[in-house]
């Protein structure tokens, strides 16, 4: 088990890293930090193998900390057709 650290992002939305409580970002190398920009603690959560995570691989997340000192989730990828939609949007005209 790991006591994990969570890190929002404040320049790329739904970016976070994920990191051993007791390292805190210590061991996240410079120019990834430069990258992520600003850190914001979201929160501190035990990690093992059986824990469910939104949209990481728990063991991927566990094995990465415990390889490199550091999981980066990056945000979810956008939807093509989202942007199609707003391409496609008539200008209101209010400006």
Known sequence: MIICSVYLSLRKDEMYLYVDK?????????????????????????LTADRKLARVDTEKVISEIQEKGFYLQMPPPKDDYMLDLHKDRPESGVR
């Open 22 to 46: 007791r390292d805190q970002l210590n061991k996240v190398p410079e120019a990834l930090m430069e990258m992520f920009g600003a850190a914001k603690h979201v929160m501190d959560i035990p």
